[in-house]
């Protein structure tokens, strides 16, 4: 499977927990983007050629995106690559009103799943997240990408200064009144270089003790399989194999995928070698490399055994479904795991429990080295 990501660098306004590769414009020239990607995928193409599986617009606020510069895109990438049958076609979406009335013309385009960073349906919440929607235009974008779409996501952000358990409880269960399949969840974690950083510095909030996460972890995943929507993965819900998201289970089982834009990253294989890729950071520098040379790749290079048996255990110890450990993994630690209730064998799989899931970074620390699994958990 190939997976093909398009990242989008630019937001309305930057929110205090995100430290993802975000820019803020007043103008942006949407032809000039596209012909950057563009000539970005014809130097892309040239070294790699697998039919793509799945594609995802991410940001950023891809929501930004004009409807016709997502369907050129995505004409431009079928026309090299070609795509294989019921392909995935994702756009992040952010749920302010201007952006959700272009759902239609984003279906139009191709688009055939949209993930909306709803984040909380509480006004008071989301001021704290410092959203420039509130709970009615979240409402909204999500009954309206209902209506519009067989598939769609939206993202919650929980666990957050003074919410208590009994809070999030009440706001989950309203918000799975409004899914249709997919939930992302995510538990709010304080990044350095964000403002949010320089808060909890300076004690204007106290994030909840790591006792108190797992407790909010815990019911999230009780409340979610009671409703029918259970984890595949450490913080998506999905209500069956239909409605999980192709993209993302393709990261997590370590498959190809292409990623073009400022900051994207990206795993090939070619002529058996994993290749990693990851483009510059900086839309304009982005952009006058690509003008100049054809490309902004900072990082073209193979990926050795031992990085690569990390970066599959990160990612496939994520998953419920569990996978097939490398031969290199100490068969005495996946021994001590599952005794002690952190994972589980299943035939040539090894699979998380909640407990695992909960504890994944301790895990996956422990199989490649650590020599203590309780300190770590
Ligand atoms: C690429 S981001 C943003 C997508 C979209 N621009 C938006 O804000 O709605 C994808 C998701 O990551 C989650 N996220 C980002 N930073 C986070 C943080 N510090 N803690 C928890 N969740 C975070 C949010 O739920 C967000 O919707
Ligand atoms: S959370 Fe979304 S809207 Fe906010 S800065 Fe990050 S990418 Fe942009």
Not at 4 to 29: G, Q, S, T
Request: hydrophobic share 35%; charged share 25%.
């Amino acid at each position: 499977m190939t997976g093909f990501y398009i990242h989008w660098p630019f937001c309305a306004a930057k929110c205090p927990y995100c430290d993802f590769n975000v820019h803020l414009r007043e103008n942006i020239d949407q032809q000039q983007m596209l012909d950057t990607y563009i000539k970005e995928m014809e130097y892309v193409f040239a070294r790699y050629k697998t039919p793509v599986s799945s594609v995802f617009f991410g940001g950023g606020t891809p929501s930004l995106m004009s409807p016709q510069t997502v369907g050129a895109i995505i004409d431009k990438i079928q026309a090299l690559w070609g795509f294989k049958n019921d392909i995935e076609i994702t756009l992040e979406a952010n749920p302010n009103s201007s952006e959700a009335q272009k759902f239609a013309d984003f279906k139009q385009a191709g688009i055939n799943r949209v993930s909306i960073g709803v984040q909380s349906f509480n006004n008071e919440r989301l001021k704290f997240l410092g959203r420039i929607h509130d709970g009615d235009a979240a409402l909204k974008a999500v009954s309206s990408a209902a209506e519009i779409f067989d598939k769609f996501s939206f993202d919650l952000i929980y666990a957050t200064p003074k919410q208590s358990l009994d809070e999030w409880k009440t706001e989950l269960k309203q918000a799975l009144q409004f899914a249709k399949g997919h939930m992302s969840l995510y538990q709010l974690t304080i990044e350095k270089g964000t403002k949010f950083y320089l808060s909890e510095a300076r004690g204007d909030f106290v994030m909840p003790d790591e006792d108190t996460g797992a407790d909010f972890y815990e019911v999230t995943q009780e409340i979610m399989s009671a409703s029918g929507m259970p984890a595949y993965e450490v913080s998506n819900y999905a209500a069956n194999e239909d409605h999980q998201s192709a993209h993302n289970l393709n990261y997590w089982r370590y498959g190809d995928y292409i990623g073009i834009g400022p900051g994207a990253h990206g795993r090939l294989t070619v002529n058996g070698n994993k290749i990693a890729t990851r483009v510059h950071r900086a839309p304009d520098i982005w952009q006058q490399r690509i003008a100049e040379q054809g490309h902004a790749y900072e990082q073209w290079e193979s990926l050795n055994d031992e990085t690569q048996t990390h970066e599959k255990l990160m990612m496939g110890l994520r998953l419920v479904e569990g996978m097939k450990l490398p031969e290199t993994i100490a068969r005495t630690k996946i021994d001590t795991l599952c005794d002690e209730g952190f994972l589980l064998k299943d035939g040539e799989l090894v699979k998380p429990t909640r407990k695992g899931l909960a504890c994944h970074n301790a895990v996956v620390g422990y199989l490649l080295g650590g020599s203590n699994i309780h300190a770590a958990a």
